[in-house]
């Protein structure tokens, strides 16, 4: 097992009906502004719920984040959140409402132009204060309510917001939030939290035991309980189970001390920045496709994918490899999500751009590895058309 430090300060409110329970969270005297979506969060009536649960605190609100959230947006957002004088913000949605709150309370205090957060990688953002915040999930996905990373879109490229300040200090987790949801976004959401995992796990063996069997345990929860979520909006046992792998896919604990990937997600943020296809659909798109070209650097892990999480014991090492990622391409498929580019309208033009695109933001040096290199990215995206 590699060496870590492990921080995560996020008080998680699991269950359901336990809304009532945000007015202990906030300190009374607080201002707190609302951060949304669409116009499905006051629809369905969770704004109005949040704001009877705040009583009688001053409070404002900002809608309109967009999926996969725009640096213009939350801009607007940062200049009426100084303006208002607010103290606690509240991000109520999925993961791009809780990323661009994140930037928000990053950008309300950074003194230097705003847009600058966005340029420092994964290495951090060198700030020394951020406005307190909080989450109310309504699209388990991104584990986003319990980690210190988002992800902003900025002149059309999608760039990293990283900051252990910017954990939310709670996050409710309430499976009644996610029932008015579309197949499709639940669907996006279990392809998301599987590749998360995915992301930390199919690498190389470290002997970290722990971390290994807590990954396989989040993905054969999610092979159980995601078509059930997808199906029937009334399992809340499955969704319960749903929103808490999402959570603990991207929390910490299990990339702890363990190689991480993450090229399906550069690759993946990429095909979203330029066609707009939804965050999940590309993981889901790219992934199996990256582990057939990946195979023999993913070997050993891949063997023990296979015998742990799809139970394949029979037939050469070969022969279970190939079959453990089909079954990952089928299960995504399961889910209605199509793992072709060509469904897309996404030619070899296309490839071309996004291989250039990931050019231009130095994603030259990809994997566990770094030996990822553009040739072989245009290589996974051929084969994936």
């Given amino acids: 097992m590699l060496d870590f ?8 409110v699991f269950g359901q009906n336990r809304l009532s329970e945000l007015d202990q969270m906030i300190p009374q005297d607080s201002k707190v502004m609302i951060i949304y979506g669409g116009g499905s969060a006051k629809k369905y009536g969770t704004i109005g719920r949040v704001q009877e649960s705040l009583g009688k605190r001053a409070k404002v609100e900002f809608s309109g984040v967009e999926p996969n959230p725009q640096f213009d947006t939350l801009m607007k957002a940062t200049e009426m959140a100084k303006n208002e004088n607010v103290d606690f913000l509240l991000a109520v949605g999925g993961g791009s409402v809780m990323d661009g709150t994140k ?3 990053l950008a309300m205090h950074y003194e230097k132009e705003a847009h600058e957060i966005l340029f420092f990688g994964f290495e951090g953002v060198p700030a020394t204060k951020a406005t307190p915040l909080g989450c109310v999930v309504t699209l388990p996905a991104t584990g986003s309510e319990s ?10 490229q999608k760039y990293p917001v990283v900051s252990p300040l910017t954990f939310p200090q709670f996050s409710f987790l309430d499976p009644e939030f996610t029932k008015t949801l579309p197949q499709e976004q639940v669907a996006n959401g279990v392809a998301d939290a599987f590749v998360h995992v995915v992301e930390q796990y199919l690498t190389y063996p470290v002997d ?4 290994d069997r807590m990954s396989e345990g989040v993905m054969r929860t999610l092979l159980e309980v995601g078509p059930t979520t997808y199906q029937d909006n009334e399992d809340m046992a499955a969704r319960k189970n749903f929103m808490w792998s999402a959570t603990t896919a991207l929390n910490g604990l299990i990339g702890a001390g363990v190689p991480h990937d993450w090229a399906t997600h550069m690759i993946g943020h990429e095909l979203t920045a330029s066609y707009g296809i939804a965050h ?16 023999n650097q993913k070997r050993e892990k891949l063997l023990q994918y296979a015998h742990r999480v799809w139970d394949i014991t029979e037939g050469s090492e070969e022969e279970r490899i190939d079959q453990a990622i089909d079954k990952t391409e089928s299960f ?3 889910l209605g999500i ?10 070899e033009k296309g490839i071309d751009n996004v291989v250039s695109n990931m050019e231009k933001m130095g994603l030259t040096a990809l994997s ?6 553009l040739d072989t990215v245009k290589k996974i995206l051929i084969s994936a058309m």
């Fill in 338 to 347: 199509v793992t072709k580019l060509s469904h897309y309208n996404i030619d």
């Fill in 5 to 12: 430090n492990f921080y995560n300060p996020t008080q998680i």
């Fill in 280 to 295: 999940g659909r590309t993981l889901a798109i790219i992934l199996p496709y990256l582990l057939r070209e990946r195979k």
């Fill in 147 to 156: 980690n210190m990373f988002g992800v902003v879109t900025y002149n059309n």
């Fill in 103 to 105: 930037f928000i309370s």
């Fill in 368 to 373: 566990e590895t770094q030996d990822l290199g």
């Fill in 332 to 334: 995504f498929n399961s």
């Fill in 208 to 211: 970290a035991r722990v971390q």
